[in-house]
């Protein structure tokens, strides 16, 4: 009970600003908390017939709070005074109190007499202590107590949830699932728990409040739109509610593990007859396996064929790939299964297991013993006799090859020996064909070895018993045959053809020449053809001019060409004439060409027309070349004009900028006359593009009249209306500081001669040397930090370079300086009178309002003198009005 003052009352029992400040800060808490304690009280008063409707109300005078703790405690209390005075309310209260005390619950800050004035929060403090000590503090769950046993056992029975994840007694419940959780993990029956929705909290709370309240017999106790509505509900009424479901169901669990154990020891039962069961069937389908496949493995017929010896090995490598690997996992778990059988009938003081003949461990040993034994050597002897099939084959394969080939090439040969084609050949066909038998009685003799690789792949065949030899054998003996044949038809042609080579010999001759002629003849026109047809693409006249001199120079040849054409046609004429004097058999047409006389004259009247053609699209060609010429030289013209222009424009504008004839206003009118000058040209750049446009249209690509394209001259207009622009804004900013800053036109010029004199690239910048020297010669004395803030001033964006319009910025501020200072120290001196400094104070009554505010704005960071809070002397009066950088 000490352990229950030291640790729960700490933890629960607060001191009474803590009662105040929870209740006073968030009402709905409050709220929470009556409905809740209110409905947890008459879940015991009913017990005794009565209850309560106003928490702070009933138990004021003492009867109803002592009624309460004698159902909560089984326990009899003092009897109670009936009296309805204020002494006799206070002593039952007393009494009620002095027993929650006698159970080891410390009161903090709970008297009787705030009980019976109806102090509503200690009479809330006062029951949250009877519920901490009588339904909350008993709980107990794998030794923790309380509320972090209450905690982990609303964990450990909806841990196996979706969408559940209860941390403490308030947010984790706003959704509803965890009350809905509690009553599926006991009573499944009750909810839906996979129709619930996250995002419907309402539902789920108002669900599981319903169904505590229907089947439970737990009180609704809580409101779902109270938690919804409340961003952490109260914890001390989500705690109450929580222990009356752990109280509910914690009858059950007990019912749930004396109704596990007797589960579990029928369940060892079950599960040693099914691993005795499980061991007969494995041990039976393992030995029916191995009397199967002995046999197979111990099979060593050979078979004849490559695919067939395949696939055996195949089927053995699936067997040692697919079959065997589970069939040995089987074995040792039959052997993991026999052995973890007998480990838990010892256990649990059962008679060993004794398998059926035939079935024990040992017999399975022996079975697989003697598959390995058959397995051994069966892939050996796959390999060879797989080898043996591969090379017959191989042999089997190489004789049909070349059968095949040699079959292939002798197809017609000896219906082509016996042909009489000679009869009514010409001679070049006559030396054709003997030139086609030599070559044949060439690759006749070739063939020679290839017949009698025939012969020897068939007697090996034969000798390694090949189970097709006859088939092979009667093959072999037909190509042999066959080959004598052939040589005999070879011979007896050779004969034949050398006598009618000399008949045509004469023929033949005229023949050859007029093929040697005609083929040249007939490239040249064909040639010409496609010359005279061929499109062509010129950029100039000059390389239009060059294919006119080309065409004509071909016109010239036109007259020997006919001449060779009709020279041609003698040699065809002679041929006939021979042919019709001597009777000679003509068969066929000229065997060295295909050319005939009638070609050669149909494309020589084809170049006689394409040669007009080509004259009249040279005569186009040439005009439309002349035409673009004019389109160049007139661009060119113009861009050589206004090109130089645009460059002396440019330069007189930047002489303008840097040379200091005139004041400054002389200067803006000089400029502006000359942008009006420019702007007048503008119609001459849009002439030239019209002409740019011309040449674009016409595909003139190239220009050898003039340097300048049209890109050159649109960016040198560009840049010359840019040049104007900011040259004149140049001059207009330098007018805006001489008269903003007082600078007379003399200091202007002075100025702008230091500044050119030290421009030494005469780019109208000076870089950073160029501006120290110019510092120097002007009496500066400075260090390298002096003149980095010196740039910073006049070079803010960091590029390296001073313009002339930030030197004249920088020359007129530091002439200003100086009086500046003055007047700072003037002020000053009015403001602060005999002392030196001045005060907030003064300020404000010495200055407007708004400017009054404002420079003491401007002050805020320097004000406070370690003599006089809130003042400030000369040095920082003048930093918050100018600035460091200024003064």
């Known amino acids: 009970m000490d352990h229950y003052d030291s640790q729960q009352t700490n933890d629960y029992m607060h001191p009474e600003d803590d009662w105040d400040r929870d209740l006073l800060l968030d009402p709905a808490w409050e709220k929470q908390q009556r409905k809740t304690f209110t409905a947890w009280c008459n879940s015991h008063l009913r017990k005794a017939g009565t209850q309560i409707e106003n928490i702070e109300e009933d138990f004021r005078d003492g009867l109803k709070l002592m009624l309460l703790l004698e159902v909560i405690s089984g326990e009899r209390l003092a009897k109670p005074e ?161 222990s009356c479901y752990y109280h509910a169901f914690s009858g059950a669990q007990k019912a749930e593990t004396a109704a596990n154990r007797i589960c579990k020891v029928l369940a060892v039962n079950q599960e040693n007859e099914q691993l005795m069961e499980d061991y007969e069937k494995l041990a039976s389908d393992l030995l029916e396996w191995i009397r199967r496949t002995i046999p197979w493995l111990e099979n060593r017929a050979p078979e004849n064929t490559m695919q067939a010896m395949q696939q055996k090995l195949e089927d053995f490598r699936d067997y040692r790939r697919l079959h065997k690997p589970p069939k040995v996992q089987e074995k040792c778990q039959l052997e993991i299964n026999f052995n973890t059988l007998q480990t838990k009938l010892r256990l649990s003081n059962r008679p060993a297991f004794m398998p059926s003949e035939g079935k024990m461990v040992s017999d399975i040993n022996n079975a697989w013993g003697c598959l390995e034994q058959a397995e051994k050597g069966y892939e050996e002897w796959l390999l060879n006799e797989i080898r043996r099939l591969e090379r017959l084959d191989h042999l089997a394969e190489k004789f049909r090859q070349k059968a095949c080939i040699h079959e292939s090439w002798t197809d017609g040969k000896e219906a082509m020996l016996q042909q009489k084609d000679y009869e009514t050949a010409t001679l070049s066909e006559i030396k054709a064909l003997l030139k086609k038998h030599e070559a044949f009685e060439s690759d006749l003799a070739a063939h020679q070895d290839r017949v009698e690789q025939i012969a020897a792949i068939a007697q090996e065949l034969n000798e390694l018993d090949y189970y097709d030899s006859p088939s092979v054998n009667a093959r072999c003996q037909k190509i042999c045959d066959q080959w004598d044949n052939l040589g005999a038809l070879t011979q007896k042609r050779r004969e034949a053809l050398e006598r009618t080579e000399k008949l045509l010999e004469t023929i033949d001759q ?349 002050m805020a960071p320097y004000t406070g003198l370690d003599s006089v809070p809130g003042a400030l002397d000369y040095m920082s009066f003048s930093t918050a009005l100018y600035g460091e950088s200024d003064l």
């Not at 200690?122 to 009588?134: D, P």
């Not at 982990?152 to 941390?167: E, S």
């Not at 040697?516 to 040249?524: D, V």
């Not at 004439?577 to 020589?604: D, F, L, R, S």
């Open 510 to 858: 005229l023949y050859l020449e007029y093929a040697k002629r005609a083929a040249p003849f007939n490239n040249w026109m064909e040639g010409a053809m496609e010359d005279l047809q061929d499109t062509f693409i010129v950029h100039t006249i000059e390389e239009i001019q060059g294919l006119t001199t080309a065409h004509e120079q071909f016109k010239a040849t036109l007259p020997d060409a006919d001449k060779e054409r009709q020279a041609i046609l003698g040699i065809h004429n002679e041929v006939s004439k021979i042919v019709q004097t001597y009777h000679v058999n003509m068969a066929g047409t000229n065997p060295y060409t295909t050319i005939t006389p009638q070609e050669i004259n149909g494309k020589w009247d084809h170049v006689r027309q394409l040669v007009p053609r080509r004259d009249q699209a040279l005569m186009e060609e040439h005009a439309r070349q002349q035409h673009n010429e004019r389109l160049r030289k007139q661009f060119g013209a113009q861009a050589n004009v206004i090109g130089p222009w645009i460059q002396t424009k440019m330069e007189e504008i930047g002489r303008i900028s840097i040379e200091m004839h005139g004041t400054l206003e002389d200067q803006l009118n000089h400029l502006r006359q000359y942008e009006k000058s420019i702007v007048n040209y503008k119609p001459k750049i849009d002439q030239l593009e019209g002409d740019h446009q011309q040449i674009q249209e016409a595909l003139i690509f190239d220009n050898k009249h003039t340097n300048y394209t049209m890109e050159h001259i649109r960016v040198g207009w560009e840049q010359l209306l840019t040049t104007i622009a900011r040259t004149t804004n140049e001059v207009e900013n330098q007018i805006l500081t001489r008269d903003a800053k007082g600078i007379s036109q003399e200091q202007m010029n002075e100025f702008r001669a230091s500044f050119n004199h030290f421009d030494r690239k005469k780019t109208g910048m000076m870089d950073a040397e160029d501006f120290r020297t110019c510092l120097i010669s002007i009496g500066y004395n400075m260090g390298e930090a002096e003149f980095a803030r010196i740039m910073s001033i006049v070079d803010p964006n960091r590029i390296g370079v001073v313009t002339f319009q930030a030197f004249i910025d920088f020359m007129s501020r530091e002439t200003a300086d100086t009086d500046t200072a003055d007047q700072v120290m003037a002020s000053f001196k009015i403001l602060a009178g005999d002392k030196n400094y001045i005060t907030v104070d003064e300020l404000r009554r010495e200055l407007p309002p708004d400017q009054a505010e404002y420079c003491i704005a401007r």
């Open 82 to 242: 009936r009296g309805k005075m204020r002494v006799h309310k206070i002593s039952n209260v007393n009494k009620a109190l002095d027993f929650i005390a006698s159970k080891g619950v410390k009161l903090v800050s709970i008297g009787a007499e705030e009980i019976v004035d109806g102090n509503a929060k200690m009479t809330l403090g006062m029951i949250w202590t009877i519920i901490l000590r009588f339904a909350i503090q008993d709980i107990s769950v794998e030794e923790t107590s309380a509320k972090e046993g209450l905690l982990l056992w609303c964990q450990r029975k909806t841990a196996p949830y979706k969408n559940v994840n209860i941390q403490n007694f308030h947010i984790s419940w706003k959704d509803g699932l965890g009350f809905c959780a509690l009553i599926h993990r006991h009573r499944p029956e009750l909810i839906d728990y996979g129709k619930l929705r996250k995002d419907d909290p309402l539902t789920n709370l108002n669900t599981a409040f319903d169904v505590a309240e229907r089947y439970l017999d737990i009180p609704k106790m809580l409101d779902a739109e109270d938690i919804i509505g409340t961003l952490r509900p109260d914890e001390k009424a989500i705690m109450t509610y929580v």
